[in-house]
C-alpha cells in the first residue's frame, strides 16, 4: 500500500508541535488528521477509518492515557496501532501506556526520521479488523495454538497438520532482510552492543550486551519480527516487559529497558545472570534434600508475594523459569520469564490465547486454570507443589506415557499425587503433608506462599548442613529463559 492509503491522526494540544507534524507527514504523502484535545479524538475515531493515531500524553481535561483506554475498548492494537508521544519519558510512564494498549512510546522532542520509521514499522505490523477476525477464527477451527492445551473434553493435543497461527502481514523485501534478526556486534536502539548469543529459540534471542553508555553488561532479549512472528508473540512480549517492571523484588529478574527500534524489532533489556537453572540442577542431581529445597522455596514464595501483591499472576512456574543466579560468591535465586503472567481481573490477557485454551506448561498447571474457572494467585502456589514435589523426587506427579497434554491435564484435576513419604529416604511424613497441601485441588484449602514457606520449615526442620565458605559457580548467562523447552510441553514459542 501506498503512504496516501493511510490515515494518521494526530492528537496534541500544543498547536504548534501538531501543525509542524501533520505538515511534515503530509509531505510524506500520508492522509493525515488532526485533534487539539481528548474529544475531539475521539469524535474523529468515531466517524474515520484510522490507520494509526500518534496520541500526546500531557493534554489538559482527558489525557491521552484516557484517551488510549477508550479506544482500545473497540480496536486492538493490531486494528488501530497507537504511539504515544510526551516530554515525560520515565519508565513507569512508559509502563503505563503499554499495560493500557499502546504500540510504541515517543519522547518530546520527536526525531521525527526516527518517528517516521516507527510509524512505518507500526504500519507494517497493522492487520485489518476483518483479517484479523478471519485469522482468529481459523485457528479456533483447528482446536488450540502452539503451546497451548484444549479444553474440550476428549480433544487431543495438536499437530503439525492441523495447527495454525495468525501470521503478520509484512511486506517481503522487510521480511527477507530481516528475517534472521541482529548478529553479535548489532548496536542496538544506539545504547546496546550485541556481544554473543546465549539463547535462541522460536519465540527470540537472547544476548550478552554491553550498555554503551555506562558500560555495563546486560542480557538483551530480542523478538525480531518476521513472516513467522504472531500476533500472540508480540502482545506477549510486551506483556513480560510489564510484569516484570511492576515486581520490584531481589528474587524476581529487574527488566531495565524495553523498546522497539525504528526497523521494528522488539526488545527487553535485562540484568545479567549467571548460574544456571533449577531444571539444570535437578537433572543433574536427580533428586534434592529437602533442606535444599527450602533454599529455593523460600525466596520463590517472597517473589510470587510482591508479584501477587501488586495484582501479578505468573501463570508458568516451574523449574526452568528459576534461576540459580551467582554473584560474589553467594546464591540469589531469582524467578524469570513473565511472558505469560496476567494482571488479575485483566480481561485484555485473556487475548493472548485462543478461545477455549489456556497459556501454560500442562505438567505444572493447577486443575482449576485446566478447567477453565475462575483462578488467582494460588494457581501459582500449585505449580509450586509440583515444582516441590520434583525437585524431592526427581520426578513431575503427573505424567502421560502416550504424551497426551489431554492426559496430564484430566490427572491433574482427578488424581491424587503418590506420597513421597517411604519411597524418598529423606521425606518424612510431615514433609509429603506440605506438599499434598501445596497440590490441593480445591484451592480454597490450598496454602498461600507464606503459609507453604511457614510449614515447610516446621515440617523439614533444624538445617545441620557444613556452609561452604566459597561455593563452585557453574556459569550458564540466562539460557533458561523460554527458549527449547519443548521436552517438558512448555508455551514459550
Not at 492494537?77 to 499495560?99: F, H, R, W, Y
Amino acid at each position: 500500500m501506498a503512504n496516501s492509503d493511510y490515515t494518521i491522526l494526530v492528537v496534541d494540544d500544543d498547536e504548534l508541535n501538531r501543525d509542524m507534524l501533520s505538515r511534515r507527514l503530509e509531505r510524506k504523502e500520508y492522509r493525515v488528521l488532526v485533534a487539539s484535545d481528548g474529544s475531539e479524538a475521539l469524535e474523529l475515531a468515531g466517524r474515520e477509518l484510522l490507520d494509526l493515531v500518534i496520541l500526546d500524553i500531557m493534554m489538559p481535561g482527558m489525557s491521552g492515557l484516557e484517551v488510549l483506554k477508550i479506544l482500545r475498548q473497540t480496536r486492538s492494537t493490531t486494528e488501530l496501532p497507537v504511539i504515544m508521544a510526551s516530554a515525560k519519558g520515565e519508565s513507569q510512564d512508559v509502563v503505563n501506556a503499554l499495560e493500557l494498549g499502546a504500540n510504541d512510546y515517543a519522547t518530546k522532542p520527536l526525531d521525527f526520521p526516527v518517528l517516521l520509521a516507527r510509524i512505518e514499522a507500526q504500519l507494517r505490523l497493522k492487520v485489518p479488523f476483518e483479517s484479523e477476525k478471519d485469522a482468529d477464527s481459523a485457528a479456533d477451527s483447528t482446536g488450540a495454538d502452539m503451546g497451548t492445551i484444549l479444553l474440550e473434553p476428549g480433544a487431543g493435543a495438536p499437530t503439525e497438520d492441523t495447527e495454525q497461527k495468525p501470521v503478520l502481514n509484512l511486506d517481503k523485501a522487510r521480511a527477507s532482510s530481516e528475517v534472521d534478526g541482529p548478529v553479535a556486534g548489532t548496536i542496538l536502539a544506539e545504547k546496546y552492543r550485541l556481544e554473543e548469543e546465549i539463547g535462541s529459540g522460536n519465540f527470540g534471542t537472547v544476548y550478552k550486551a554491553t550498555h554503551l553508555g555506562l558500560n555495563l553488561h546486560v542480557a538483551v532479549k530480542v523478538l525480531q519480527t518476521s513472516l513467522g512472528t504472531t500476533m500472540e508473540d508480540l502482545a506477549r512480549f510486551q506483556r513480560e516487559g510489564m510484569s516484570a517492571c511492576r515486581v520490584k523484588h531481589p528474587n524476581a529478574v529487574s527488566v531495565l529497558d524495553f523498546g522497539v527500534t525504528a526497523t521494528g524489532v522488539s526488545y527487553l533489556v535485562m540484568e545479567l545472570l549467571e548460574g544456571r537453572s533449577l531444571a539444570d540442577e535437578i537433572e543433574e542431581s536427580g533428586k534434592l534434600s529437602p533442606h535444599r529445597c527450602m533454599d529455593i522455596i523460600e525466596p520463590v514464595c517472597a517473589a510470587l508475594e510482591e508479584a501477587h501483591s501488586v495484582g501479578l499472576l505468573h501463570r508458568d512456574l516451574k523449574p526452568a523459569n528459576i534461576f540459580l543466579h551467582h554473584e560474589r560468591g553467594k546464591e540469589i535465586i531469582k524467578v524469570v520469564d513473565f511472558g505469560t503472567a496476567k494482571f488479575r481481573d485483566d480481561a485484555s490477557a485473556n487475548n493472548l490465547t485462543l478461545q477455549g485454551t489456556v497459556i501454560g506448561t500442562p505438567a505444572y498447571l493447577a486443575p482449576e486454570r485446566l478447567a477453565n474457572r475462575p483462578y488467582d494467585g494460588r494457581s501459582d502456589v500449585y505449580s509450586l507443589g509440583v515444582m516441590l514435589y520434583q525437585m524431592l523426587c526427581g520426578k513431575v506427579p503427573f505424567e502421560a506415557t502416550d504424551g497426551n497434554p489431554m492426559t496430564v491435564a484430566m490427572m491433574h484435576m482427578n488424581d491424587a499425587a503418590k506420597s513421597l513419604a517411604g519411597e524418598i529416604p529423606d521425606v518424612t511424613e510431615a514433609v509429603d503433608k506440605v506438599v499434598a497441601m501445596a497440590l490441593e485441588k480445591d484451592p480454597g484449602k490450598r496454602l498461600l506462599p507464606s503459609e507453604l514457606v511457614e510449614r515447610l520449615r516446621e515440617a523439614v526442620g533444624p538445617d545441620l548442613r557444613q556452609k561452604k565458605k566459597n561455593p563452585t559457580m557453574d556459569t550458564m548467562v540466562l539460557t533458561d529463559l523460554p527458549f527449547d523447552d519443548e521436552t517438558q510441553g512448555a508455551t514459550e514459542a
